[in-house]
């Protein structure tokens, strides 16, 4: 077959690596991988799992490092406190989050799902260790797999799978942890259960969930459930950096003979890249869908290369362009527009977050309510204010109006003392004088004091007699 054919042959996609011809699942038994890619990617999973774990036991100035609470809308990064009235920081983070995703896509193909995702880590760095760990070898949990219930065969299935659901449940602790917070996951273990029936039921599912999807369902998860993995295809272009077979190098195959002249390509056929592969697909048939990007068939085949004395990199991280005209990678127009959208928009996020306002106010005339003439030849408004104390500490919060004559008086309080991380909810009226209020709909401004410092002015109406 010539270059041009290999790299058109492809009735490979229409197949999928993980159903048989019948259309039952094709269990994949992936072999183990060592090497450099290899030992990288682990320390990397080392690295990740104990964040991971850690993080929700980590406290700055009594505050959870990162806690996301959807539950109550509170959100805490970096031990600083983020209510629903900064949910913009958070758009633009999640904008920033998918246009760094989309670049490294652009640049690095799925990078993220080999390295990074909490699918492959999990997958690749626990849970089949495990499985290689008491099952053994692909081919020995093969075997064990397909002979019947032996006293071995139920010993080694009980472990395996007690082990996954501890782990499991584990995963679905930590993720609460971070949804609530580690102290009151510790006090929902240590109170009685029925007195948390709803969270405990949740944990029970998601604990089910995660132990499915490590036990049963695996690269299913990436080669179909998973949207990005499927949105991948239109983000490549040929100068995309993947993991890639030089078929350049490579073809034609052939068995090696020892001592002979090789005549054929450096690939001698040994399947070992096909054997490690967690998706069990072959990278020699071209980019595919299914390769989320482990590097473990680099690996196997540097192995080979090198037990033969062939120049290694026979898979390698390569661009397509790079294997069919062995230029070398390039920086396309593509990505540097990418690079220039996450550079704006990171510098967008930055200013945010440093500009964002600690105590925040929102005040505004109750709706339906007109004006109320007042004894002394005043007009008076019915306002309600709304002010949020992000901070840890209380805080006295003074109204005034600014720049005409008028005075706050409020419903029910004397002063506005602000309880640490809470919300104020007031009401007062603002006493204007008649001469003031020239029309029926007057602009005013609303001053918020802390300590005799205004840290927030709010611009608002005031209504009166129509003139
Ligand atoms: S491991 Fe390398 S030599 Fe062996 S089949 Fe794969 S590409 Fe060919
Ligand atoms: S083809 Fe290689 S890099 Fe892609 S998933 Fe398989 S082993 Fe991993």
Redesign the pocket.
Known sequence: MTDEELLHAETFRDRVSNVTDKGKRNWIYAFKPKGKWTNYRKYLAFFYLITFFALPFIKVNDLPFMMINILEGKFILFSKIFWPQDFFIFAIAMITFIVFVVLFTVVFGRLFCGWVCPQTIFMEFIFRPIEWMIEGTPTQQRKLNDGGWTGEKIFKKSIKHFLFLVISFAIAHTFLAYILGIDEVIAIVKEPMEDHVGLLSGLIIFTLLFYGVYAYVRDIVCTTICPYGRLQSVMFDKDTMQIS?DYKR?EP?GKFKKGAERTEG?????????HVCPTGIDI?DGIQMECIGCTA?ID??ND??ESLNFEKG??RYASENEISTGKKFHFNTRMKAYTVLLSILLVVMVIMIVSRKTVDSYITRIKGQTYQEMPGHKISNLYEAKIINKTREEIPVTLKLEGMNGEVKLIGNKNIVLKKESIGEFTFFLEIPESEVQHHSTKIKIGVYRNGERIQTIKTKFLGPYQ
């Open positions: 077979y490579g195959r450096d690939c001698i056929g040994c399947n070992k890249c096909v020699r068939c196997a085949c080979v290369m026979l898979i």
